[in-house]
Antibody, heavy 118, light 106 residues
Framework: QVQLVESGGGVVQPGRSLRLSCAAS????????MYWARHVPGKGLEWVAV????????YYPDSVKGRFTISKDNSRNTLYLEMNSLKPDDTAVYYC???????????WGQGTLVTVSS | EIVMTQSPATLSVSPGEGATLSCRAS??????LAWYQQKPGQAPRLLIY???TRATGIPARFSGSGSGTEFTLTISSLQSEDFAVYYC????????FGQGTKVEIK
């Protein structure tokens, strides 16, 4: 069955970097676009990044553009999110998700908590 | 950005009763709307896509309707496992989510 397992969360100081991973199994990872989203405590869900199936096309909302980078290693069935210049507002549970055409998300991981605090 | 507004924030329902959850978009999203269920500590679960199509394995007591800017998720007879938070998501222009409706036991 489809499984997505995030890792790499933790406590980090403002201005520092962190890399999240999402290990995928149970499907042909190289055939799917993938997403990162986050859930800020007390607020809603926010889309953070999307990458095309082949890793070529990447898009971000303005809130993270220039600071976050999404990538996928199809040989390792793993999705990544490199987060730089972290701010306290980036504190959230981060989820990876798989795209089902035409662009909704059919499977999500359980999330990994990122806390940005001094 | 398309803003998604869900109502009510909390819905108190007795097991066996029905529940109606609403989601409104700030501009038309056609039928490009999905509903998700999330329980504490678990991954969100896709319930409905295309505003009204149930995802694989989703019980028939869940139904979605609407198009344009007004959408509804109906749970016909709540089971114990249905008490959770429900989110709507538009995927017509990028992706945005509602704030969620918590369905709690009355």
């Amino acid at each position: 069955q489809v499984q997505l397992v995030e890792s790499g969360g933790g406590v980090v100081q403002p201005g520092r970097s962190l890399r999240l991973s999402c290990a995928a199994s149970g499907f042909s990872f190289s055939s799917y676009a993938m997403y990162w989203a986050r859930h800020v405590p007390g607020k809603g869900l926010e889309w953070v990044a999307v990458i095309s199936f082949d890793g070529i096309n990447k898009y971000y909302p303005d809130s993270v553009k220039g600071r976050f980078t999404i990538s996928k290693d199809n040989s390792r069935n793993t999705l990544y999110l490199e987060m730089n210049s972290l701010k306290p507002d980036d504190t959230a549970v981060y989820y990876c998700a798989r795209e089902s055409p035409p662009k909704f998300w059919d499977y999500w991981g359980q999330g990994t908590l990122v806390t940005v605090s001094s | 950005e398309i803003v998604m507004t869900q109502s009510p924030a909390t819905l108190s329902v007795s097991p066996g009763e029905g529940a109606t959850l609403s989601c409104r978009a700030s501009q038309s999203v056609s039928s490009n709307l999905a509903w998700y269920q999330q329980k504490p500590g678990q991954a969100p679960r896709l319930l409905i896509y295309g505003a009204s199509t149930r995802a694989t394995g989703i019980p028939a007591r869940f139904s979605g309707s609407g198009s344009g800017t007004e959408f509804t998720l109906t749970i016909s007879s709540l089971q114990s496992e249905d008490f959770a938070v429900y989110y709507c998501q538009q995927y017509n222009h990028w992706w945005t989510f509602g704030q969620g409706t918590k369905v709690e036991i009355k």
